[in-house]
């Protein structure tokens, strides 16, 4: 059961909420705006509509405008000439999905049959191959992150409501002249068939670009396509600013006080929080350790987890790795002691068989006395090591660089020790730590 709850976990916090956060608000990897001196895009999702996508197509023609169109792929098979037509006009096509349903709600291979399947559709109307793509509602899973390989993942950064038509004209146009900048990312709509959409609200989003885009060419600025601004960014993709990597950081370990309060995880020490603890049932293969013992699924087990912020302290601190191995070590040496004391005052103790814990860092720790073994292949060893890995890149300060220089190193695998081992070690020095909490 506690491996369930971890793994379920594992699948929210790297399926959904995490890959939202780190591309909503830092862009990482996503394209939400163009670099400084670039034009303007205006986007439109969810048509083809035979109504309002050729009134948007005539609008744009005279104004000379070129567009970027996210398009339903069951849409575009009813209504090919339309699509056509946006090629043929020099619009910019993109994928929006084969149906309007959120990537949170369906499974990868469902996802990536709903792109290749509307690529296709595009591909065979237009005879050009589709590179740019929107998830319903700006809404990212982990495999999305995927999908750069062969499409650039494309946001927004102004998003008006214009898929209500109580917005009205007015309004719309106000809000786009607000957000007036160079570079921007405009998202519309120009079907309002979709769930939460009102089916009129096309209407007024078109009346607002009458008046809008002759009041911001006025203004010097140009209406472009997203390729043109993929173009003129003056930095790489998803390259995050130190403030932006601080809050980043900020927001991931608030996230992981979340997870330590759902488990119960507990500090072995008030006076160092490097280790939390928390007591569960192994499940998996059984595990010979050190000193003969064998760890067998269904046995109670200590299980040990690393304070992320304490180790992006020590991080930020090191003068290099090496200097922060040391750092580490001398940190589990001090650790290892209070969670024996934390253990002594449990009345189940004599029932805990071991130490346990997933790491990526678990080169040397054999010195300490933990058997370091594989994790069984298998969902829960895929899904920790994409968790870890991404936690890697954002909570260690040079995680990206170690991703790429030792990657082969970082693999998440099992820690354990029996606690007959546990206490021989280090159960002179946790009588030292407890004499020196009670003085």
């Not at 043109?228 to 995050?240: K, M, N, T």
Request: contains cysteine; aromatic residues 10%; hydrophobic residues 40%.
């Amino acid at each position: 059961m506690g491996n369930l709850l971890i793994w379920l976990f594992y699948f929210f916090s790297l399926y959904a909420f995490l890959p939202g956060l780190v591309s909503r608000l830092f862009g990482y990897r996503v394209l939400k705006r163009g670099g400084v001196g670039s034009g303007i895009a205006l986007t439109f999702d969810d048509g083809p509509d035979p109504v309002y996508t050729p009134m948007l197509l005539d609008l744009l023609k005279r104004h000379k405008v070129k567009a970027t169109f996210f398009i339903i792929g069951r849409n575009a098979e009813l209504y090919p000439h339309i699509i056509k037509r946006m090629h043929e006009e020099g619009h910019i096509i993109g994928i929006h999905n084969y149906t309007h349903r959120s990537n949170w709600l369906m499974q990868p291979k469902t996802v990536k049959q709903q792109i290749a399947k509307t690529a296709e559709i595009i591909h065979s109307i237009t005879g050009a191959q589709p590179v740019f793509y929107r998830p319903p509602w700006g809404i990212l899973n982990l495999f999305d992150f995927a999908t750069r390989h062969h499409y650039q993942i494309v946001l927004w950064s102004v998003m008006v409501g214009d898929w209500r038509s109580r917005v009205g004209t007015k309004r719309l146009k106000e809000r786009l002249l607000k957000r007036l900048r160079a570079g921007q990312i405009i998202l519309l709509h120009d079907c309002g068939l979709t769930f939460g959409a009102n089916e009129d609200a096309p209407k007024y989003m078109l009346e607002a670009l009458e008046e809008y885009i002759p009041e911001v060419t006025r203004q010097g600025y140009r209406f472009v396509g997203v390729d043109s601004l993929v173009q003129d960014r003056s930095s790489a993709p998803g390259r995050l600013s130190l403030l932006g990597k601080e809050l980043l950081v900020s927001l991931w370990l608030g996230w992981e006080k979340v997870y330590h309060v759902l488990f119960k995880l507990k500090p072995v020490s008030p006076k160092d929080s490097f280790l939390h603890l928390r007591i569960t049932r192994y499940s998996g293969p059984p595990i010979r350790l050190n000193n003969g013992e064998v760890l067998q699924s269904g046995d109670k087990v200590a299980e040990i987890h690393l304070d992320n912020g304490i180790l992006y302290q020590l991080g930020s601190k090191s003068r290099s790795s090496m200097h922060l191995a040391i750092q580490l070590i001398r940190a589990m040496d001090r650790a290892l002691p209070h969670l024996v004391v934390m253990l002594r005052q449990r009345s189940d103790l004599a029932q805990i068989k071991a130490l346990y814990g997933v790491t990526m860092i678990n080169r040397g720790v054999e010195q300490f006395g933990f058997t370091v073994t594989e994790l069984p292949k298998g969902t829960f060893a895929v899904l920790s090591k994409w968790y870890l890995t991404l936690l890697m890149n954002v909570i260690h300060p040079r995680g990206k660089e170690r991703l790429h220089e030792r990657s082969e190193l970082l693999v998440p695998k099992i820690l354990a020790m029996s606690m007959t081992e546990l206490t021989a070690r280090y159960g002179a020095q946790a009588e030292s730590a407890a004499t020196r909490t009670a003085q």
